[in-house]
């Protein structure tokens, strides 16, 4: 007989508790040790599994690859205090013989038992045999009735809540009627659930009869065995969502139980910009709405942040980017790291990287930008240094993520670089250099797609890291911001100085400083005005040497003034452009400035049209299905018995394409008719 020996799920005493990030497949550890429990010949097991904080959907619960629905007698409940396991289960043994019509006994329950059952025990089995030698059916039948004890009213459990039977019980006019004609010992059972509290129950035997018997060939004594008192105590007081199981392991599970596993999402707010408004628990994977809800919301994170203290206009801009380009984030977290950690791979996932705009917390996009925020030259920084990591560039990136479509497996999605391909078709180079690239968090192969090629633009396009300390003039501009810069060091333009006098007619400024010209060489002059302006006027001037004097075609805007800052170079070469990665501040309001190139190809990049993805697992295009398999009915033969005798079985054979499959096991029942097993 098939029964049930352990399970995989881990249980993790003392581990960090779970928690699901998004939506995913999740295979619980346990919230307690589980048990098995006999009722009536079947063995039943009862787990108590932790799905982890949060507002949570759970669905598609699964044994291995097997959906829990295709199993007979399972119960199954989710909340934060289930009331389907319990560890505080007693077992009173009985032992009363209830061998004649109008036999009765009495036992009382455990105090605060929510749920009651009974074993009975046939030990010769329940069945007759005729005149001929052949076996005939038994019937008998029980009452059961509970009530409280000290009570005076008794209630008959055949109305009872919640009722389970095992073993051949049936329950007709309040009677529980069971009939067998094997002649083996036969077990049965009853359960039902009670409001808690301590019962007295009562169990009374009915009328037998064995028709066709032949007289003193009978068999049909009984004992009641067990009376189990379950109270209904969570041995788990985490207040995270718990999934409780019960489900019968005879003829149905053998060994040990596959995992278990179910599709999780959490449940976060959204906010709408148009109205203004929250929308409390929405069930999603938008990386910026698990952001937000990260710093203010989850109740696994020890201090959240309150809500005047994010910046939701940066959040809700990203989270509108990662709705255009999926973007999302599904993982669980188990490891007890740090939530700054956890929200550095959230926001990368999304494409974004930790700002604090305005003081707040938020978020910052890597996006193509028109208008510099401000302009440093040697006259308003210092210290400036440059740095280039000189390494060989990928071809293209294997990027390792889940794919849903092929039952949450790890696959795998080859990225190419601009230039390169796997043939070298359309003129491209094959590409011979591969680096893999970990997303396993990315659940959809278009951001799979998009997250690589920013990441492979970015590594050819900006390699280059540059920094310099900056005065109070660096709280104009924060992280992501495009700024100008020019410096004699890099020969970004040909010199800096502030506007020391403009002319009546606005033909001519002069400089506080002198700036080396060459001669043949066409200049203008980058000025950035009182409100941040940055304005680029082409100069009439020519010479060799030092000059503090220019002239101009065209009159100056009158947005520029005296003391303004300007840069003079040659022309569309004054400064040069770069992207702020960080702001450090240091003492007497400086502060030191990391920045990229501005390299307009990269915030563009990955946003187009992917190409078509072919899964490497199901060898077909994503989201497509596999095609229906052949399959062939045959006769076939079984493994020898103890005997060592062969016996014809019946076997199938299919030639499915590449893919996943689902296959039900049926039994036959009845003649023509067919029972999923």
């Known amino acids: ?44 097991l009862r787990m108590l599994l932790d799905l982890g904080f949060g507002d949570i959907d759970v669905s598609d619960i699964q044994i291995g690859s097997t959906p829990i629905a295709s199993y007979d007698n399972v119960e199954y409940e989710v909340g934060t205090a289930p009331t389907l396991f319990t560890q505080d289960v007693y077992e009173l043994q009985v032992g009363t013989a209830l061998n004649t019509s109008g036999t009765s006994d009495l036992r009382t329950s455990q105090a605060l ?16 045999k005729d005149n001929k030698g052949n076996s005939v059916t038994g019937y008998t039948s029980f009452t059961v009735e509970y009530r409280p004890t000290g009570g005076s009213t008794w209630t008959n459990a055949s109305t009872a809540s919640g009722i389970t039977l095992a073993g051949g019980f049936t329950i007709d006019t309040g009677l529980f009627k069971i009939n067998s004609a094997a002649s083996k010992t036969l077990r049965a059972g009853i359960r039902w659930k009670v409001a808690a509290g301590q019962y007295d129950v009562r169990v009374t035997r009915g009328a037998s009869s064995w028709p066709g018997a032949a007289s003193g060939a009978t068999f049909g004594d009984a004992v009641w065995t067990v009376l189990r008192s379950i109270s209904a105590q969570l041995p788990s007081n985490t207040g995270t969502t718990k999934l409780a199981i019960r489900i019968k392991a005879t003829d149905q599970l053998q060994g040990v139980v596959s995992t278990v596993n179910c599709k999780v999402t959490q449940r976060v707010r959204t906010y709408d910009t148009a109205t203004g408004l929250w929308t409390e628990s929405v069930p999603t994977s938008n990386c910026a709405w698990v952001y937000h809800w990260l710093l203010t919301r989850c109740p696994g994170v020890a201090r959240r942040m309150p809500d005047s ?8 801009a990203w989270a509108a980017d990662c709705d255009a380009y999926n973007f999302t984030y599904n993982h669980v977290e188990s490891s007890g790291r740090t939530l700054f950690d956890l929200l550095q791979d959230v926001l990368a996932a999304g494409r974004a990287s930790f700002s604090m705009p305005r003081g707040k917390y938020g978020c910052v996009r890597d996006v193509l930008q028109t208008v510099p925020r401000q302009m440093f030259t040697p006259a308003n920084s210092w210290q400036f240094s440059g740095t280039r990591t000189f390494y060989d560039p990928p071809h293209a990136l294997r990027c390792k993520w889940t794919n849903p479509e ?48 920013y990441h492979l633009e970015a590594a050819a396009k900006r390699a280059n890291t540059y920094t310099w300390m900056a005065d109070i003039e660096h709280l104009v501009c ?21 506007i020391k006098s403009i002319s009546t007619d606005r033909l001519s400024l002069t400089l506080a400083g002198a ?11 980058q000025v ?16 060799d040497g030092d000059v503090s004097v220019f002239t101009f075609a065209t009159a100056l805007d009158s947005a520029i003034h005296v003391g303004d800052l300007a840069v003079v170079g040659e022309r569309t070469l004054e400064t040069t452009r770069l992207i702020i990665k960080r702001v450090e501040p240091s003492d007497d309001l400086t502060a030191r400035i990391t920045a990229v190139d501005e390299a307009p190809s990269v915030p563009v990049a990955g946003t187009g049209t992917p190409p078509t993805f072919v899964s490497s697992i199901t060898g077909t295009p994503w989201c497509s299905p596999p095609d229906i398999p052949d399959v062939v009915i045959f006769a076939g033969e079984s493994a020898p018995d103890d005997a060592g005798v062969i016996h014809a079985a019946p076997a199938f054979s299919s030639t499915p394409t590449g893919g996943i499959y689902r296959l039900p096991l049926y039994k036959r029942r009845q003649l023509g008719e067919l029972e999923a097993a």
Do not use: K
């Open 528 to 543: 950035r005005t009182d409100t941040g302006l940055q304005l680029v006027t082409n100069t009439s001037t020519t010479g």
């Open 406 to 453: 092929a039952n949450d497996q790890q696959d795998e999605l080859v990225v190419y670089a601009t230039g390169y391909s796997a043939d070298g078709a359309g003129g491209t180079a094959i590409a011979t250099r591969f680096e893999e690239m970990d997303l396993r968090v990315c659940t959809n192969p278009e951001a799979v797609w998009r997250l690589a090629s």
């Open 309 to 316: 203290r994010v910046d939701i206009d940066s959040i809700a």
């Open 113 to 128: 038992s929510s749920e009651l059952s009974i074993d009975v025990q046939f030990p010769a089995g329940l069945f007759g």
């Open 1 to 44: 007989m098939a029964s049930l020996t352990g399970t995989q799920n881990q249980a993790s005493p003392y581990s960090p508790i779970p928690l699901v990030v998004g939506s995913c497949r999740f295979f619980p550890t346990h919230a307690a040790l589980p048990y098995t429990e006999i009722s009536g010949n079947d063995q039943y």
């Open 478 to 498: 924060e992280s992501g911001d495009l700024v100008t810069h020019a410096h004699d060091v890099v020969e970004w333009g040909s010199g800096a100085a502030r």
């Open 515 to 525: 700036v080396t010209l060459e001669t043949g060489r066409l200049y203008g002059v």
